[in-house]
């Protein structure tokens, strides 16, 4: 096989070798060979390093590159692949047979620049440790600033990194300055000087041995599945299937994100800081996401670069109520060292880069964050929280990589100022539900009959999105297959739906009553209830054996499979017990709440306000183990508290009131039913008063806060549609903003089940969440009250706007969209123009920063050609240069109503510019058109002038950051004032 049909045939083999360890070192070296035998220019090896981006997606560029340049090219990197990565037989990857190259360019080797160049791959091997040596050389001699030296010290580089940012500088600087850089490595060989560095960071062997323990316990640990029980022994590797992981919606970096970029450089935001939050709603993974983090560094396949990794359960940090040292916390709660105990901490203090701690389910732990209590010794011995707390602050062990999971809403400004990144799971992808099912189900019939099962219904395919949703409907696939009271649709339905499967399964009949199945069991289910009702007011989630007494939780309740042992939390005092998933404890707790006949009246009135939960707990001795009096962190379980809620609606709406008619008394049922109906309605009333008047000539706003999404979830819970009716019946507004709020499927849904009946068409902005295209799809029912709709920073493919269109043609007041910030591609551009030929009363289209080519501008110019209404077009940041502009500008010829164009940062260069100057001399709507950041010369502009000179209508054409010299700018400026730069 030829080597360039090698690297096509093989890429997907070839970028997993590169990037398994999730470090980039094999691809630094790779681009290393390549740069000695000149195959890269030093732009395009710039092009391929970049700071921030994903690994594979610089490996891939990398493989593109290659692949363009050529046979020669193509067979000098699979002689570097083959050098680089000998292993890489081991994971299927057989290289080609041919000449090796590897050595060839050394001959044509002169000056000491070109040394530096010829025998990088071997001089990144020398000055790896001896990196101070030679800056100090450079600095002495006036090569070097001390900002070079600083910048090429920055701890986030390895040392191998470190080395050749070096030569990357001594590279610009010149001869001399390469010179003593060869001056200094041969002194050091010459010397036979072996560098202190290399010494420190071998490790004593009784670190060795430690770190052998280490993996070996967290691997433990870790191999089999531990979320949702795990009491089935799956392992890990079976069930694992990777959710969706997002950056900020304002960080550059773009594409998808894996395992490895949680702890690397992508989306770094702070980079004196060490802690990266991973945060994510209850059930979206994270516990699943860090046990697998956990286990591919005890293997050694990944996170190579953190010589150790101690993980830890906020949870269960609960439980410590001692104070510890940094070194007791981490040696008792995690691996003893046999031996030489105080050794293995000095390294760790020595080399704190090397070391990464993980701390699970911070929402959980009963402290809020707090920088008051400062400690910075790790011998000083202190309460859990407070180590907790300067270890995330960097005050403790600074430079030791923390990750962190949590709920968004536990994380308040006081901690994320002290973080490196952010990184949100945001579920399962479509193909991550697909992928989940199918390793549930081995048998391919089942998985196919429940795979079409969800995708027939968007509602259930949205709720899957989340995992635990998505191993509850997996777990009950008979219930779901037999459709015996319809599909679930709501989020109480499908817990209902566990609900019943877990009990029938300890039946020890078959009931044919409909509700007969609860009957059966309702004294274990107040059981469990009462526990999980207290546990949710006290903040507790982990149960001793006395705190099951006191709730007079049986064994044989405890065979539902509900409760299971908490694992690694057994003690001399006994057992200790939790629920599958903190979401079951809530839907118990609710399940109390509207079955109990012994619940305080206030219970829900207080449950939906929020204030003073724990007050409606009943008191009891069996919490104070877990919570004492000035401990409480209300704010920071209004998550769980919600989620209770939430749960509450559900189970008193009026389709599920045939369960509770031979469980509770009917007036009382009714009565907390019409206390919930109170409650969602006086809050969503306070949500509407707190509008503010608009301001004099603009529309009428309401910017929304997560507290009102939540009510509409409740509200879609009950699935009362004359209640959200009622409530939306008051609302008038223009405009709903609703940016931010952490929307997804199943958020949508609910959302398009209450909007729907708003008197009045309203703009809906759903910026910087994560509908994705099922949850476009599920909006699609409130589309027609919509008559602009903002979904920018959401993850929308053409799948999404296929939807959207078919549907939008069909609503007369949809007229306006914008989709900047999404993963959109010429393929959908069909779509858009035949919008736009069909709808004549769309106003407006903003498409900005997706990936349009000059293909989908042609598509789109189609549309244009017989549209007469549209205003704006915006097509930023897109790359349909000029052959894209050339087509816009054709078909907007004698366009008598678009008032604003905009295609910056398009590629576009003069021949796009003088297509657009002739548009501009027939339009007679045109006010302004924006060109910044193109590459448009002094001919393009020329063309504009011109053009502007019969064109008085248009106020400004925008040309900031294009191919122009200063003196040009100041030319042009001075004949055209319209034209900006």
């Not at 000998?86 to 000449?99: A, D, I, K, N, R």
């Not at 997002?246 to 800081?273: F, Q, S, W, Y």
């Not at 707090?370 to 300067?390: E, K, M, W, Y």
């Not at 000539?697 to 939540?710: D, I, L, T």
Request: charged share 20%.
């Amino acid at each position: 096989m030829m080597a360039q049909e090698y690297v096509l045939k093989r890429r997907t083999e070839i970028l997993g070798a590169v990037c398994a360890s999730g470090s980039a070192e094999h691809l630094e070296r790779i681009l290393d060979v390549l740069l000695a035998h000149r195959e890269l220019s030093w732009e395009e090896y710039q092009s391929i390093q970049v700071q921030g981006r994903p690994l594979h997606t610089n490996a891939r560029h990398l493989l593109d590159l290659v692949y363009t340049k050529g046979l020669a090219t193509c067979q000098i990197f699979v002689d570097a692949l083959q050098q680089v990565l000998p292993e890489c037989h081991g994971v299927g990857l057989c290289f080609p047979g041919g000449v090796s190259k590897v050595e060839e360019s050394k001959d044509a080797v002169r000056t000491s620049t070109e040394t530096l160049l010829g025998q990088r791959p071997v001089l990144v091997g020398k000055l790896q440790g001896c990196v101070d040596g030679a800056l100090e050389a450079l600095l002495q001699l006036g090569h070097f600033t001390s900002e070079d030296c600083d910048e090429i010290r920055l701890p986030i580089h390895t040392p191998s990194q470190q080395a050749r940012r070096l030569l990357d500088h001594v590279g610009s600087k010149g001869e001399s300055a390469a010179n003593v850089v060869l001056q200094y490595i041969g002194h050091k060989q010459r010397s036979g000087g072996s560098n202190q560095t290399e010494e420190k960071l071998t490790p004593p062997t009784e670190f060795l041995k430690f770190q052998k323990k280490l993996r070996s316990s967290v691997s433990a640990q870790s191999s089999f599945l531990s979320t949702y029980g795990g009491t089935s022994h799956m392992p890990l590797d079976d069930i694992y299937t990777q959710g969706q992981l997002e950056l900020p919606h304002d960080c550059k970096v773009r594409g998808d994100l894996d395992l490895g970029d949680i702890v690397g450089t992508a989306g770094t935001m702070n980079e004196e800081a060490d802690t990266v939050l991973v945060s994510g709603d209850a059930g979206s993974g994270k516990s699943t996401l860090l046990q697998k983090l956990h286990l591919v560094w005890a293997r050694g396949s990944a996170l190579s670069e953190f010589l150790l990794l101690f993980p830890f359960s906020c949870r269960k940090l609960n439980f410590e109520l001692k104070e510890l040292s940094v070194q007791d916390l981490l040696f008792q709660h995690c691996c003893w060292p046999d031996r030489e105990q105080e050794e293995i901490f000095r390294f760790i203090l020595d080399h704190p880069d090397a070391v990464i701690f993980t701390f699970d389910g911070l929402d959980e732990l009963k402290q809020s964050f707090s920088d008051g209590h400062r400690i910075c010794c790790p011998t000083q011995a202190a309460p859990v929280h407070v180590l907790l707390f300067n270890l995330l602050q960097g005050s403790l062990m600074k430079g030791v990589r923390k990750v962190v999971t949590s709920r968004p809403e536990a994380v308040g400004p006081i901690l994320k100022k002290h973080l490196r990144k952010e990184i949100f799971l945001k579920g399962f992808s479509p193909n991550g539900i697909d992928c989940f099912v199918k390793k549930q189900h081995h048998d391919a019939v089942v998985a196919a009959k429940v795979l079409a099962s969800i995708q027939a219904n968007t509602a259930l395919l949205g709720l899957c999105h989340s995992p635990v949703l998505c191993w509850i409907v997996s777990q009950c696939h008979k219930e779901l297959l037999g459709c015996g009271d319809g599909t679930p649709q709501t989020i109480t339905d499908v817990y209902l739906m566990i609900l019943q499967h877990f009990l029938q399964h300890q039946s020890s009949f078959k009931t044919s009553k409909v509700s007969g199945w609860l009957q059966e069991h309702l004294t274990t289910v107040l059981h469990l209830g009462q526990l999980a009702f207290q546990g949710v007011g006290a903040s507790c989630y982990i149960f001793s054996s006395s705190d099951l007494d006191v709730c007079n939780v049986t064994e044989k309740d405890i065979c539902t499979g509900f409760l299971i042992q908490s694992k690694d939390m057994s003690d001399r005092h006994g057992q200790r017990y939790e629920f599958r998933h903190v979401t079951m404890q809530c839907f118990f707790a609710a399940l109390y709440i509207v079955l109990s006949n012994n619940a305080d009246r206030s219970t829900i009135t207080k449950l939906f306000e929020l204030h003073d939960m724990t007050e409606t707990c009943f008191s009891s001795t069996c919490f104070t183990s877990c919570l004492t009096s000035d401990q409480q962190k209300t704010s920071a379980e209004t998550p769980n508290l919600q989620i209770t809620a939430t749960f509450v609606s559900g189970l008193l709406s009026q389709r599920h009131r045939h369960l509770w008619s031979v469980c509770s008394q009917t007036p009382l049922m009714d009565r907390k039913v019409q206390q919930v109906v109170k409650c969602l309605s006086k809050g969503m009333q306070r949500h509407f008063k707190s509008i503010p008047p608009p301001v004099q000539g603009e529309k009428k706003s309401m910017h929304a806060m997560p507290g009102f999404v939540w009510l509409i979830k409740c509200i879609y819970e009950m699935q009362e549609s004359k209640m959200a009716k009622e409530v939306l019946s008051k609302l008038e507004v223009d405009h709903l903003k609703l940016t931010y709020c952490n929307i997804g499927p199943v958020e949508c849904t609910a959302l398009a089940y209450v909007l729907q009946h708003l008197r009045n068409p309203v703009g809906i902005q759903l910026d910087d969440n994560s509908v994705g295209d099922v949850g476009v799809e599920q909006l699609l029912p409130c589309l027609h009250i919509c008559n602009s709709l903002y979904l920018r920073n959401n993850n929308i493919t053409d799948e999404g706007i296929r939807k959207l269109i078919a549907k939008g043609l069909q609503c007369d007041r949809f007229e306006k969209i914008a989709l900047f910030n999404n993963k959109l591609t010429d393929a959908c551009m069909q779509h858009f123009s035949h919008l736009l030929r069909n709808k004549q009363n769309f106003v407006s289209l903003r498409l900005g920063n997706n990936n349009i080519t000059s293909e989908g501008a042609k598509q789109l110019a189609r549309g244009l050609e017989s549209n007469q209404s549209l205003k704006f077009l915006g097509l930023w940041g897109n790359h349909i240069g000029d052959a894209g502009a050339e087509a816009i500008a054709g078909a907007l010829e004698g366009s008598k109503t678009l008032t604003w164009l905009s295609l910056v940062k398009n590629g576009v260069g003069s021949a796009g510019a003088c297509a657009l100057a002739k548009m501009i001399k027939s339009d007679t709507s045109l006010e302004e058109l924006w060109l910044t950041e193109n590459c448009i010369t002094r001919q393009g502009v020329e063309c504009l002038v011109q053009a502007l000179e019969h064109n008085t209508h248009v106020k400004s054409v925008w040309l900031i950051n294009n191919n122009l010299s200063v003196e040009e700018v100041a030319e042009m400026a001075q004949r055209e004032s319209r034209l900006i730069f």
